[in-house]
């Protein structure tokens, strides 16, 4: 089922496949490590359906494993580092029937026997699958069942070949669809030791990287660090930004300090998969999305996607899917013809006395405040005025917090209409964003109300 992927890894050759701090691996070397990854699920009888978990992150072995087991027709349950205070959850939702270590290749029985109608209609046609879960932050994950075959579907068609920073992790849709493209069109997938922006930009100047898949969140802590200014970063072509909404004063800043990159907007989700797009200009936050096997509306002011490799549904949750199969993926959109401007989660719209407030709005002015790292922004009840602008800031050096108060509110207010400006001002000890670098707001709620 995707034997044309393993042939294009093969005809890659001598060419750089995968790239870390300390190894090249080829496209050879993939190949025969996929191999190797083979054999072994064979004789610890993983065969089609079985269903699977795959822990580690990104390197040759975690890419030769999650291949080798799509290959064997396996359904793959990727669960990176950064998912191990859920993992025992996620094992059980996904009915994980064996675990993959990828670094050393052990294959443990769990003693389940997945028992799902997605796994059956899987296991019916013989096709591979993958479970990704969402975020969680509506309270808890939903594990998103996809066919691989229809996902990989869309990397069949040759496109231009670039060398990637594997940015998002391998549970990740963003990360899956970042690693796919790659193999699919030679190019090469770097991974930095860390995803600090010192080590991303130390990745891009030793592996000459042209392509950097990333989120807001860490662009504005890439342009905090100023690390593009200590390393040769002059192979950078494009760099696409998605996850979250980006704040208009961090793409604006992200133009100047990279004038000739080409800068895109992605969109895309767990259950959808991510869509082709392209930005109207370089520092617009317009974009138009959906491209070959997606359709695309906005109903009531909310953007409504129908994909052909959308997932099949969910393990632990309704389908999401209307008679047509459209989805309301929950994003507020703004129409300009054939332009949209996503402004974000409608669950995260703050109602302030009939008045509605967009985060990335207020964050976009916050964060153009001087000592500001970085900011994230929330809604909270009130008993008069049915919501307030509650603002979680992370400061770069240590200032008194009724001083930054005062002068955050001041400065707010001479920038935002007055139902914008924070009522309610925290100063964080930690960072505001969570592992995927998508900032948190629910998270803050529950920690300040604990």
Sequence with gaps: MIEWLLQRIEAGGDAPAIGTPSVVCTYWGLASAIAVRRRTLERAGITRGTIVSLEGDYGPASIAAFLALAAAGAVVVPISSYSTPQRDSLLETAQVEARLDAASGIVTRTGRTAAHPLYDRLRAQGHPGLVLFTSGSTGRHKGAVHDLVLLLEKFKTARSCYRTIVFLQIDHIGGINTLLYTLANGGMSVVPADRSPEEVCRSIARHRVELLPTSPTFLNLLLLSEAFTRHDVSSLRLVTYGT????????????????????????????????????????????????????????????????????LGYLNAPSPFDEEGFMDTGDLAEVDGEWIRILGRQSEVINVGGSKVHPAEVESVLLTLDNVRDASVRGEPHPIVGHIVCATVLLHTEESAADFRARARRYCGERLASYKVPARITIAEGPVHNARFKRMRRAFVEQEHA
């Design 244 to 311: 979250e909404p980006m704040p208009e004063s961090t793409l604006e800043r992200l133009a100047v300090a990279l004038p000739g990159v080409n800068l895109l907007q992605t969109y895309g989700s767990t259950e959808l998969g991510i869509l082709r797009s392209k930005s109207r200009s370089r520092d617009s936050l317009w974009v138009r999305v959906g491209g070959e096997g997606y359709e695309t509306k906005v109903v009531d002011g909310r953007l409504r996607v129908r994909a052909r490799a959308a997932m």
